[in-house]
């Protein structure tokens, strides 16, 4: 039997493509990712309306890898996608393998995006994953070249589709043709593209460009405050980060919170009790209690811990420091 390899992030595109392909009798395993900056959330949910089989890989650490240095660079924020797309069809071609498929398919359409997916982008991305002449866009392929599957006449390719462009029309007459309702909106869902957590990225890979997936975790959370080139101070913005924060903190970190008066969570990552006062400050700052009185805070690192009196940080401080 044919077999292949679908990239599925749970985006129509991605549904479309795996779907097409399955239509002409191809056995279709849906592929989709894991990192920090992006959840298999929206596959999962997805997958259902398809019954397709789905299998989810963590790939964090080959992710962060190219993050650090991308060969094509970043995108307007911390989206590397030309490097992030020739990583995962990198990965889904050694799955292929691995399962003994035949090709890979993406759900990539001609011209829909156009720094990474005009014809040059979609060119480049397949040759540095090194599967090339394995990598079918169905959605596309009527106007690009044909893949070894289509030569050897695996994969049909007159039921193969000529879409481009930004539009959508397409794709929805396609998904009420096959029945799909329930569609997602397009993109979305990747931290990476996000303004203030690439802010924040950009800032943990210049301070700290060693620390490990924690710290990168860290950054979704709370309020980034940088103290100066050593030291970063997490204030939780709500319960959810408060309990989020409470929970990553390991004994290495220097841990706050307010004693009398609802307040944040406070986490130094690494810091050392020199800096209690200033977090201190911060985390009146970010309380209930009033301004201009003291307020006691509680600081604990490892198995030293000490409530001490503190006053909140100017507001001019905060601001400056904001990541
Ligand atoms: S948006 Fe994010 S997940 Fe998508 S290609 Fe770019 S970096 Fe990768």
């Known amino acids: 039997m044919v077999k292949a390899i679908a990239l599925f992030s749970g985006g129509l595109d991605s549904i479309l493509a795996a779907e097409l392909i399955r239509r002409q009798n191809i056995d279709v395993t849906c592929l989709t ?43 307007k924020n911390m989206n590397p996608c030309i490097d992030c797309h020739t990583l995962m069809l990198h990965i889904a071609g050694r799955k292929m393998e691995e399962t003994g498929s035949h090709f890979i398919i993406t759900g990539e359409v001609l011209g829909q995006r156009p720094m990474s997916q005009n014809k040059q982008s979609l060119y480049i991305v397949a040759k540095n994953s090194g599967y090339a002449d394995h990598i079918l866009r169905p959605l596309s392929a009527k106007l690009l070249p044909p893949i070894k599957a289509e030569r050897e006449n695996l994969v049909d390719r007159s039921q193969l589709l000529s879409f ?27 931290l990476l593209t996000d303004p203030i957590f690439s802010r924040r990225l950009r800032d943990l890979f210049l301070h700290h460009g060693d620390r490990n997936i924690r710290d990168i975790k860290l950054l979704k959370y709370g309020r980034h405050l940088r103290i100066n080139e050593d030291i970063k101070v997490i204030v939780g913005r709500n319960k959810a980060d408060n309990e989020t924060l409470c929970k990553m903190a390991t004994t290495d970190d220097l841990v706050l919170n307010m004693i009398s008066f609802p ?51 100017a507001k001019e401080d905060c601001a400056k420091w904001t990541i």
């Not at 894991?34 to 999962?44: D, G, I």
């Not at 007459?173 to 569609?183: H, Q, R, Y």
């Not at 020199?274 to 209930?288: F, I, N, P, Q, W």
């Open 33 to 75: 990712f894991v990192t920090p900056f992006f959840t298999a959330q929206k596959a999962r949910n997805i997958i259902r309306q398809i019954s397709l089989p789905l299998l989810v890989e963590d790939i964090t650490v080959e992710h962060l890898k190219m993050l650090k240095s991308p060969r094509y660079g970043y995108g």
């Open 164 to 190: 481009q462009g930004r539009g959508r029309k397409e794709q929805l007459k396609l998904a009420a043709d096959f029945g799909i309702t329930n569609i997602s909106p397009p993109a979305g869902g990747c």
């Open 263 to 313: 307040g944040p969570f406070v986490l130094v990552p690494y810091g050392n009790l020199a800096y209690k006062e200033t977090a201190a400050s911060l985390c009146v700052r970010y309380s209930d209690a009033p301004d201009n009185t003291g307020a006691e805070v509680l600081y604990s690192r490892g198995n030293v811990s000490e409530v001490i009196m503190s006053t909140a940080a």
